[in-house]
């Protein structure tokens, strides 16, 4: 389900409360979008996604913190984009030696297999620079994009002394 509910008396700092709460309450996603409404007045949007079976609770959230009187419920259709695959990149010097395990990849791939969109998991990237950053400077933004640029070409890069090596999974 795709919560929609707008609040003009929310400060920025309120926020991360806000969405921690929705997310601990059942939410898989939350979004705070600025508006402006009328006479020029600020407000957020919030979009929440969340199963059916949690809009009590999250609406009984939002009415104690915002002081919203309702909420529009929709039902979406999700389409996915399929097939998706999750691949591993491998980290390891370009000397050979111990390395990082792998960053976890989600891979989207044509009708041809061939794959043209991916994400690397936040967690793993996060893990790995702090594996690889003990011995050199790397920043976590090329880190990200090399992950990602061994994965959706499918095969080593090495930057900075530093392989990724891609490892094919399993569709999803």
Same mark, same amino acid.
């Given at each position: 389900?795709?919560?929609?509910?707008?609040?003009?008396?929310?400060?920025? @700092?309120?926020?991360?409360?806000?969405?921690? /709460?929705?997310?601990?309450?059942?939410?898989?996603?939350?979004?705070?979008? %600025?508006?402006?409404?009328?006479?020029?007045?600020?407000? $957020?949007?919030?979009?929440?996604?969340? +199963?059916?079976?949690?809009? &009590? @609770?999250? /609406?009984?959230?939002?009415?104690? &913190?915002?002081?919203?009187?309702?909420?529009?419920?929709? @039902? +979406?259709?999700? $389409? %996915?984009?399929? %097939?998706?695959?999750?691949?591993?990149?491998?980290?390891?010097?370009?000397?050979? /030696?111990?390395? $990082? +395990?792998?960053?976890?990849?989600?891979?989207?791939?044509?009708?041809?297999?061939?794959?043209?969109?991916?994400?690397?998991?936040?967690?793993?990237?996060?893990?790995?620079?702090?594996?690889?950053?003990?011995?050199? +400077?790397?920043?976590?933004?090329?880190?990200?994009?090399?992950? @990602?640029?061994?994965?959706?070409?499918?095969?080593?890069?090495?930057?900075? /002394?530093?392989?990724?090596? %891609?490892?094919?999974?399993?569709?999803?």
């Amino acid at each position: 389900m795709l919560l929609l509910v707008n609040a003009d008396n929310v400060s920025g @700092e309120g926020l991360p409360y806000l969405i921690e /709460g929705l997310m601990d309450r059942g939410a898989s996603s939350v979004h705070a979008v %600025p508006a402006i409404t009328k006479k020029g007045r600020s407000e $957020f949007l919030f979009l929440v996604d969340a +199963p059916a079976d949690r809009l &009590e @609770e999250l /609406g009984a959230f939002l009415a104690l &913190e915002l002081d919203t009187l309702g909420m529009r419920v929709f @039902e +979406p259709q999700h $389409f %996915p984009f399929t %097939p998706v695959r999750i691949m591993t990149v491998a980290i390891g010097p370009s000397e050979g /030696g111990p390395g $990082f +395990p792998g960053v976890r990849v989600k891979a989207i791939a044509g009708s041809d297999g061939k794959v043209f969109s991916c994400k690397a998991e936040h967690d793993d990237l996060v893990a790995a620079i702090g594996e690889i950053t003990a011995d050199r +400077p790397f920043s976590f933004k090329n880190l990200k994009a090399s992950v @990602e640029l061994a994965a959706i070409s499918e095969s080593p890069v090495s930057l900075c /002394g530093i392989v990724f090596t %891609p490892e094919t999974g399993k569709n999803r």
